[in-house]
């Protein structure tokens, strides 16, 4: 069995709208067969976010969190459907929760498209020098490789929650995915601010 790609990860999530880390567990279920990986997620229930993910989220909440020193302060808007999901304690938790995270893993982005170009561009000059000296038939695959971990670690949806005993090692995407299967609507992560005394 070959290596799940990344590629391969993005078209089922496309496909289904499931969660990533949901997409690269099915496919590799799945031996790398795309089509029997939507049938797993769809057995899961994971690929039922994908229908709602048109779904226009026009209610929802605006959370803060305010760390202890005062020095450390976090605006987050996430939008749902229905005014009563809105008021579902589940999902004000969920928004709680994600303004705390925000506060402790200061992401740059909310998804990878919204990463600034230049930024992305900078890591990939970085991991181009650093891969310089390694032969030429794998230097892509270290950039590409390099970029993504450093994705992981700016982009919101990618980061494991920082409350590990809470949510085991979940990414927020994970979180979000299981929050939008539990209430049946499009769950959506609008925005964030991060203030920082001094920043």
Known sequence: MSEISAQMVK???DRTGAAMMACKNALKEAEGDIERAVELLRARG???AAKRSGNDATEGTVQTYVHSNGKIGVLVEVDCETDFVARNDAFVAFAKDLALHI???APVAVSD???PAEEREREVRIA???AADRP???REKIVEGSVNKWLDDVVLLRQKHVNEDKYGGK???DIRAKLASDTGENVVIR???RFQVGD
Do not use: C, G, M, P
Request: no cysteine.
């Open 46 to 48: 994971e690929a039922q």
């Open 128 to 130: 181009t020098e650093k």
């Open 113 to 115: 498209d919204e990463v």
């Open 171 to 173: 990414t927020i995407e």
């Open 191 to 193: 925005r964030f601010a």
């Open 136 to 138: 030429e038939n794998v």
């Open 103 to 105: 506060a402790a893993a």
């Open 11 to 13: 078209s089922l999530r």
